[in-house]
């Protein structure tokens, strides 16, 4: 089993649609998560840190299900500009903090 | 703002050339990282580095080195280019608090002829 794992799609989401992306992790000791998106040929960027009690900016919403192990993130009403593959990232403890990225949800909003 | 630099956007060498990728940071990050990004493959960790002169090898350290001589700066090396280490590379750093994100560089695609 992936340690992290995502759909990677494509999810084809019509403008104004509203879209949810799942991320399951193996490790129960992870301490910190985050999703991170990724525009075609650029790095990836910070989108948001998942706090326990769940968090929103903006359109965006995450969650975080410790008991079943898995991450989410919701968007709603999207825009093209959305378009982009969405990363779930998941950090342990101690003292490396090992890093473990999922392959990635790409996502694309058509007009 | 976190900024990470790498110093090159694109690069071409041939097989068996040494190259150095150079990674600087601005933030005072205690921890780097170098990982290499593959289509269907993700991102995958080649080496780790938690503070200066420290470094642990990630999931896919084979034909590669590393150095950190300075805090700021976190090089990695490919002893012996070969063509399936054309990839684009990325650098990251954080701060070793639990909970701290990564922070990306833009990348330097390489590629080994």
């Known amino acids: 089993r992936k340690e992290v794992e995502q759909d990677p799609g494509p999810f084809n989401v019509p403008e104004g649609a509203t879209v949810a992306f799942n991320c399951t992790y193996s490790?129960?000791?992870?301490?910190?998560f985050f999703w991170y998106r990724q525009d075609c040929r650029k790095e990836p960027k910070l989108l948001m840190s998942?706090?326990?009690s769940g968090n929103e900016d903006g359109r965006f919403t995450a969650q975080l299900n410790r008991a079943s192990q898995y991450i989410s993130l919701l968007i709603r009403d999207s825009k093209l500009s959305d378009s982009a593959t969405y990363l779930c990232?998941?950090?342990?403890?101690?003292?490396?903090?090992?890093?473990?990225f999922g392959i990635g949800t790409k996502l694309q909003v058509i007009p | 703002d976190v900024k990470v630099t790498q110093s090159s956007r694109y690069l071409v060498k041939r097989t068996g050339e040494k190259v150095f990728l150079e990674c600087v940071q601005d933030?005072?990050?205690?921890?780097m990282f170098w990982y290499r990004q593959d289509p269907g493959l993700g991102l995958r960790l080649i080496y780790f580095?938690?503070?200066?002169?420290?470094?642990e090898k990630g999931d896919i350290p084979e034909g590669y080195s590393v150095s950190r001589e300075k805090k700021e700066r976190f090089s990695l090396i490919l002893e012996s280019a070969s063509t399936n280490q054309t990839s684009m590379y990325l650098c990251?750093?954080?701060?070793?608090?639990?909970?701290?994100?990564?922070?990306f560089g833009n990348g330097t695609r390489l590629t080994v002829t």
């Open positions: 990251a750093s954080s701060l070793s608090t639990g909970g701290s994100p990564l922070h």
């Open positions: 490790n129960s000791a992870s301490q910190s």
């Open positions: 998942v706090y326990s």
């Open positions: 990232v998941v950090r342990g403890s101690g003292g490396y903090q090992k890093v473990t």
């Open positions: 933030m005072d990050h205690e921890n």
């Open positions: 580095s938690y503070d200066v002169k420290m470094k």
